[in-house]
C-alpha cells in the first residue's frame, strides 16, 4: 500500500479487507472477506487468482491463530485451490512481509524471491528483497 493516500479507494478497500479477516478468521466462512476480494479484483485491478489466494491464507492463517483448527484447514484447502501462479506469489509475499517485519531473510527465501522477481518481471520485490536482506550486512542467521 507504499505510495497510496490514505484516502484512496483501493486502499480504503485493501484495508476493508484485512479488518473482514481479521474477524472473520475463526468463523469458518469468510462470506464478507471473499466478496471484498472478488470487489477489489473487479474494481482495483488485481489479479482474481492472486487476491483469492491471499484472502484465504490469510482468512486460514488467522482461523489457526484464533484456535480454529477446523476453519483453518477450510480455508487452507481452499487456498490449495487457487492456480499455482497466485499460490506462488502469495508465498513469496508472505515470506517478504515476515522478512520485513523481523528485519531480515534467510539467505535460500532472499534467493527465491528474486528469483521468482526476476522471472516475474517484479522489479518492485526485488528492491525490497535487497533492501531487506542489505539491512543486516555482517549478520548472518541460519534457515
Do not use: K, N
Not at 484512496?8 to 471484498?36: K, W
Amino acid at each position: 500500500m507504499a505510495g497510496l493516500s490514505s484516502g484512496d479507494y483501493v486502499t480504503q478497500q485493501i484495508r476493508a479487507l484485512a479488518e473482514a479477516v481479521r474477524r472473520e478468521g475463526a468463523g469458518g466462512v469468510g462470506t464478507h472477506s471473499f466478496q471484498l476480494a472478488e470487489h477489489l479484483a473487479a474494481e482495483g485491478g488485481v489479479h482474481r487468482g492472486d487476491i483469492l489466494t491471499a484472502t484465504a491464507t490469510l482468512l486460514a492463517m488467522t482461523a489457526w491463530c484464533d484456535g480454529a483448527a477446523d476453519a483453518a484447514g477450510r480455508f487452507a484447502e481452499l487456498a490449495g485451490e487457487c492456480d499455482e501462479e497466485s499460490r506462488e506469489l502469495v508465498t513469496h509475499l508472505l515470506r517478504l512481509e515476515v522478512g520485513a517485519d523481523q528485519g531480515w531473510l534467510p539467505e535460500a527465501h532472499a534467493e527465491a524471491l528474486l528469483e521468482y522477481a526476476q522471472r516475474a518481471r517484479r522489479s518492485d520485490l526485488a528492491t525490497r528483497v535487497r533492501s531487506i536482506a542489505g539491512s543486516r550486512r555482517g549478520r548472518h542467521r541460519r534457515d
